[in-house]
């Protein structure tokens, strides 16, 4: 079993489906990992991001690469809404 490497933190919840659905649909294996504590009701998540998304070496600029289109779409769609 090939190491999995952080790849990237997520912003917030509906990225990290989103992601996972993709990744899902791809085949890529992977783990998400939020930074949710219920001890400190969600505060980490504040100050870091939802969490973070692991994947194999091998897919790593794959993943890193579905991430920034995902970003580049949201930035878009904010710049028309205003």
């Known amino acids: 079993m090939e190491d999995y ?5 997520l912003e917030n919840e509906i990225e990290a489906t989103l992601v996972e659905s993709i990744l899902i649909e791809r ?3 992977h783990l998400m990992r939020s930074y949710y504590d219920t ?4 505060l980490f998540q504040t100050q870091k991001g939802w969490g973070y998304v692991s994947v194999p070496r091998s897919c790593e600029d794959e993943v890193t690469e579905i991430i920034s289109d995902l970003r580049e779409q949201a930035a878009r769609a904010d710049d028309l809404s205003l």
Do not use: E, R
């Open 5 to 9: 490497i952080k790849v990237a933190t």
């Open 39 to 42: 001890a400190f009701d969600g």
């Open 27 to 29: 085949d890529i294996p």
